[in-house]
Antibody, heavy 122, light 109 residues
Framework: QVQLQESGPGLVKPSGTLSLTCAVS?????????WSWVRQPPGKGLEWIGE???????NYNPSLKSRVTISVDKSKNQFSLKLSSVTAADTAVYYC???????????????WGRGTLVTVSS | EIVLTQSPATLSLSPGERATLSCRAS??????LAWYQQKPGQAPRLLIY???NRATGIPARFSGSGSGTDFTLTISSLEPEDLAVYYC???????????FGQGTRLEIK
């Protein structure tokens, strides 16, 4: 079955750029799904960061849009997140997730990676 | 942005009891609402989508109801493994932003 696996540095310096990759295995990133990033600060709730389709189309959370770039690499069956100008407030577990489309024309997360903790600290 | 408000913040019940969790939207989301379960140290898991449809493999004791601005997740008879934080999520009218509620923590006595 399809699995998602996040990877990237666990420690990023303030003002630097956070970079993560999500590898999709057991299926194609070119399927009829959108692919997304969600984060969760320690002990807090979930925050949607943004999403990408295999064509390269993207949508971002307006609160993060100025600092976020999500890209896709179909040859490697993976997608990536870059978050610039990070501060301690960006410390969180970062999840990649798959969005599926329902018959009622809605989108929900049906598959999640295990998550990776990224700490912003000098 | 549509804000989702969950209540109560924490719910403490005994095995076999019925749990009722609420999610209220700041404006109508029709039936565009999902519920997720997040156990300690794990990623969230989809329980309910389109307000009332159980996801694949979800036990029948989980059910969802509601439309518009008021939604409910009901666990008919609690099991010890239902200890988790439960989140609601909406996306009304793609590609508007996805938002989550702040979560309800369910404790099993």
């Amino acid at each position: 079955q399809v699995q998602l696996q996040e990877s990237g540095p666990g420690l990023v310096k303030p003002s630097g750029t956070l970079s993560l990759t999500c590898a999709v295995s057991g299926g194609s990133i070119s399927s009829s799904n959108w692919w997304s990033w969600v984060r969760q600060p320690p002990g807090k709730g979930l925050e949607w960061i943004g999403e990408i389709y295999h064509s390269g189309s993207t949508n971002y959370n307006p609160s993060l849009k100025s600092r976020v770039t999500i890209s896709v690499d179909k040859s490697k069956n993976q997608f990536s997140l870059k978050l610039s100008s990070v501060t301690a407030a960006d410390t969180a577990v970062y999840y990649c997730a798959r969005l599926f489309y329902t018959e009622n024309s809605n989108w929900y997360f049906d598959l999640w990676g295990r998550g990776t903790l990224v700490t912003v600290s000098s | 942005e549509i804000v989702l408000t969950q209540s109560p913040a924490t719910l403490s019940l005994s095995p076999g009891e019925r749990a009722t969790l609420s999610c209220r939207a700041s404006q109508s989301v029709s039936s565009s609402l999902a519920w997720y379960q997040q156990k300690p140290g794990q990623a969230p898991r989809l329980l309910i989508y389109d307000a009332s449809n159980r996801a694949t493999g979800i036990p029948a004791r989980f059910s969802g109801s509601g439309s518009g601005t008021d939604f409910t997740l009901t666990i008919s008879s609690l099991e010890p493994e239902d200890l988790a934080v439960y989140y609601c999520q909406q996306r009304s009218n793609w590609p508007r932003p996805i938002t989550f509620g702040q979560g309800t923590r369910l404790e099993i006595k």
